[in-house]
């Protein structure tokens, strides 16, 4: 029994006992009362009748009218003349008149009231012996009159405390309860803090435990703070913060084979010229502040685009790789106006740059030699010139934006397409399917490399997301095996996407826990408040919510945790290689044990190699997932390339 139907037994019986002992202690005293006063009448009445029939001459038919007249006041349920020998010489006698009244309670309370006696004389000698009983219905009256009173009064009384009981235990539940809800909290390694309430105790216990839940989340944000320092050192240029050579090339290759095919955008690079020559003649410090800068500029252009990263790939190269960029003139012409700025403050610093466009058959080894190729060109042609190679791009499906627009709704109406690829413990069982998409375009099916783009520009990123998310829901009512589904920046941000995933979710209630929903980990940076509106939202309906290509930042999962996230995916440029790495190594193990100290699942993706596998199994994760990750009892067959 809990301890809140506890205090209401005990709060009912205190108050029932109330109520009965002094209901009972009232009808006592006042029965009581009333049957002294009755015997008193009783008596005084027998003593004033036969003074007066002692007065009278004994004349039978005298005496006779003196008791008629007195039992007819009707005060009287007996009287009785007797002479000494005990003969009855009058009577009157009627019964009680309490036909009105509950049986139950008169013999309850039955009244044991002694007749009044006295002696009626007749001169010196004895005359008789007079026994009055005085009539008892208007004291049972009384009595129950009372009685109602008094339950009445009580009845208020008792409903004025059950109120007053009420509010009291609430304002205990309330703490209470939100100690026994941070207490499950912690056991589910979702480490909250309560305000402290006015109760003593509560209050003392409550403070117990935020000091627990503050300190065990400031020792995993530490070891998250940790392992992004690792993170930055082993994936970060030090003196420009953007991603390394190394780094930018495992990223760049990851991009370029992703599984959603999202192999589409632009990538620039820009060089700092004559570089060896300007830091003799404008000092180390000065260079290097440019070069900070630049970092800083670059950065500002990819942030907040979900897939967009920037590096250094030697002293002075940068490359700056924007996937939903389909326009290599329009980011020469921003590069151009973020970069020379900078450059003109130190001095005229050559800055040449060279954008090539991305296209699906794209290959990492040709489009860097094309790069390089521009890049040469640019040089060639002046301190601050541009080359642009808009390559080979295959004849767009449609030519203008209404095109686009219509054939995107009317691929939405018609239903998306949902390709598998498992995601599986490291025993082989399934986690979930990720599930990229595919629109019906003139009559094929098309992958994101060529709507994607148009999607984004023409702001459609929220109803494909709804679109997406309704073609799992009916697969996994179907069959029941649960898919992961990516959620698009734009998408997490839209309040009226959100509202109609919740009714899709009700309509779907079965099909909730099976739904895998992945957000970018830029949301968590740029739009954590959304994501929080999210999962807050979509929690009661039991879909998992988890970060894709998580790398750094790991310093916030204990606040992302809160918000009940269920899952990581570690970056690609983690797994790549990871088996020749101890560094990395080092870095995934450590990731890995936060997660499973904040009991999230960490999911490797991208493993292309059974020595990446057996690595990552070995560290700890919970799930694999990329090209060497196949399994045969959950394939589902890909048809997306038919007609």
Same mark, same amino acid.
């Given at each position: ?176 309860? /939100? ?7 912690? @056991? ?258 098309? @992958? ?18 709804? /679109? ?43 099909? @909730? ?24 939202? =979509? ?12 790398? /750094? @930042? ?5 606040? =992302? ?83």
């Amino acid at each position: 029994m809990s301890l809140i139907k506890q205090l209401w037994l005990i709060i009912g019986l205190v108050l029932l006992l109330a109520f009965g002992g002094s209901l009972m202690i009232g009808l006592t005293a006042t029965r009581h009362y009333i049957q002294q006063e009755v015997r008193i009448k009783n008596a005084d009445n027998a003593n004033a009748l036969a003074l007066s029939m002692t007065q009278l001459d004994k004349d039978p038919v005298l005496m006779e009218l003196l008791l008629a007249a007195q039992f007819d006041t009707g005060h009287y349920r007996a009287i009785r003349l007797e002479n000494p020998a005990g003969e009855t010489i009058l009577q009157r006698q009627a019964d009680e008149q309490i036909d009105d009244l509950p049986g139950w309670f008169v013999a309850l309370v039955r009244f044991e009231v002694p007749p009044g006696r006295a002696v009626v004389q007749d001169g010196w000698r004895q005359y008789g012996t007079l026994t009055l009983v005085s009539q008892h219905s208007y004291a049972y009256r009384t009595l129950w009159r009372r009685g109602l009173q008094l339950t009445a009064w009580f009845l208020l009384a008792g409903l004025l405390s059950a109120l007053l009981a009420w509010w009291i235990v609430r304002g205990i539940r309330r703490p209470l309860q /939100a100690t026994v809800t941070q207490a499950r909290e912690i @056991g589910e390694r979702r480490f909250t803090t309560r305000p402290e309430p006015r109760t003593r105790e509560l209050r003392e216990v409550t403070a117990a435990m935020n000091r627990l839940s503050t300190r065990v989340r400031e020792m995993l944000t530490e070891e998250g703070e940790k392992l992004d320092r690792l993170h930055h050192r082993l994936r970060l240029d030090p003196l420009t913060r953007v991603a390394n050579r190394e780094h930018f090339m495992q990223r760049l290759q990851a991009s370029l084979e992703s599984e959603r095919r999202e192999a589409h955008g632009c990538l620039a690079l820009v060089r700092v010229g004559d570089l060896t020559a300007y830091n003799e003649r404008l000092g180390h410090a000065r260079i290097d502040t440019l070069l900070a800068k630049l970092g800083q500029a670059l950065t500002r252009l990819a942030d907040g685009e979900e897939g967009s990263f920037c590096g250094r790939l030697n002293g002075s190269d940068f490359a700056l790789l924007l996937p939903w960029e389909d326009d290599p003139r329009a980011l020469a012409s921003r590069l151009a106006a973020a970069l020379h700025p900078l450059a003109d403050a130190a001095e005229t610093i050559p800055l040449p740059l060279a954008v090539a466009r991305l296209t699906p058959d794209t290959r990492r080894a040709e489009l860097l030699s094309r790069l390089d190729a521009g890049l040469a060109e640019a040089e060639a042609l002046g301190p601050r010139e541009q080359v642009v190679d808009s390559g080979t791009a295959p004849p767009p499906l449609f030519t203008t934006h209404d095109q686009w627009r219509q054939a995107l709704a009317q691929a939405f109406d018609d239903g998306v397409y949902l390709a598998h690829y498992p995601v599986l413990t490291p025993e082989g069982e399934l986690l979930h399917h990720e599930c990229p998409s595919r629109l019906r375009l003139r009559g094929h099916w098309r @992958g994101p490399e060529l709507f994607m783009p148009w999607v984004r520009r023409l702001a459609l990123q929220p109803r494909l997301d709804l /679109a997406v998310v309704t073609q799992a829901l009916r697969e996994i009512d179907r069959d029941g095996l649960p898919r992961g589904i990516h959620l698009s920046l734009e998408g997490i941000g839209d309040s009226h996407l959100i509202h109609q995933l919740q009714r899709l979710l009700t309509t779907h209630p079965d099909a @909730g826990p099976a739904l895998w929903l992945e957000l970018p980990q830029v949301a968590v940076q740029h739009r954590l408040d959304r994501v929080r509106d999210l999962c807050q939202a =979509l929690r009661p309906h039991g879909c998992r919510i988890g970060l894709e290509h998580a790398g /750094a @930042g790991l310093a916030r999962l204990a606040d =992302l945790q809160d918000l009940g996230l269920g899952y990581i995916k570690l970056d690609v440029s983690l797994v790549a290689a990871i088996e020749a790495s101890q560094e990395r190594q080092a870095m995934v193990r450590g990731m890995v044990t936060l997660c499973r100290s904040l009991g999230i699942l960490s999911i490797a993706e991208g493993v292309t190699t059974h020595q990446e596998r057996d690595t990552l199994i070995e560290i700890g994760v919970h799930g694999l997932t990329g090209p060497r990750i196949r399994d045969p009892r959950h394939n589902l067959e890909d048809d997306s390339d038919g007609d």
